[in-house]
């Protein structure tokens, strides 16, 4: 944790934070910070500042606090993720959160296994907890917004046209003909498979929505790593 993160409700009065469970026991246990020690704070949602330790016990701290730093910008980039198996979803989103991931949209494609969209870890409170970890982890405080498509054709035909406007399209597939682009650093919607990979009528659906698809060399890499390799080779 890089990052203190609270809300509102942890703040029994303006500047004051008081907090039990996890946060307080990472400050303590990791952190080893004792009353009059600094550490860095943010409000979710708002700015991040420098918090002081005023008083600790057995059951809870409580840090004064002052904002003065807007959080890191975020990328410009929309993220079409097919959903990965849940173990692998809960590192993704933590992953994506600190990258600075605008947004993640977890779509189906055919070989999505049918059984991962009734994950517990797609509840909004299990999603929010592993974006959280992603966010003290890289000093920032928006959440990405996520959205869940789980039907893939009226996704790309409906919806899609409204989320690709002004913005370079990608479709990450290992056998495209062209090499991704380096340093785009500019708005971008990019779409990465399942462990299966799409298959053919899912990259026609989007090459046809206006996506190039690219490759990132002959080694195939496993989802979780792949988004790494390709938010890293898109925005430096
Ligand atoms: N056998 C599958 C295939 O050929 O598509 C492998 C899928 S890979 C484990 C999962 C996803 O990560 C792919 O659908 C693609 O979006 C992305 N990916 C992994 N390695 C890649 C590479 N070398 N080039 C482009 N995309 C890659």
């Avoid at 173990?87 to 990258?99: C, Y």
């Avoid at 009226?154 to 899609?160: G, H, I, S």
Wanted: with cysteine.
């Amino acid at each position: 944790m890089n990052l203190l993160l609270f809300t509102p409700e942890d703040c029994p009065e303006p500047g004051i934070i008081r907090l039990d469970g996890r946060r307080f026991r990472h400050v303590v246990e990791v952190h080893r910070a004792g009353v009059g020690e600094s550490l860095r704070v943010g409000e979710l949602g708002g700015f991040t500042g420098t918090g002081t330790v005023s008083a600790l016990s057995t059951d809870g701290i409580e840090i004064r606090y002052a904002l003065d730093q807007p959080p890191p910008a975020k990328l410009p980039l929309t993220l079409l993720l097919s959903l990965p198996r849940p173990k692998m979803l809960k590192r993704i989103l933590q992953s994506v959160a600190a990258l600075g991931v605008e947004r993640l949209v977890l779509m189906n494609s055919y070989r999505v296994e049918k059984s991962f969209w009734a994950s517990p870890w797609l509840e909004p409170a299990a999603m929010r907890a592993e974006l959280l970890l992603g966010l003290e982890q890289a000093r920032d405080t928006v959440l990405p917004d996520v959205q869940l498509e789980p039907l893939f054709k009226p996704f790309v035909e409906d919806r899609l046209p409204v989320l690709c406007a002004e913005r370079r399209l990608l479709v990450a597939h290992p056998v495209a003909a062209h090499a991704c682009p380096v340093a785009l650093n500019g708005p971008a919607v990019l779409a990465i498979g399942p462990e299966g990979g799409f298959i053919p009528y899912e990259v026609d659906k989007l090459v046809a929505a206006g996506f190039d698809a690219v490759h990132l060399g002959p080694r195939i890499l496993r989802v979780e790593t792949a988004v790494t390799a390709l938010v890293a080779r898109l925005f430096t």
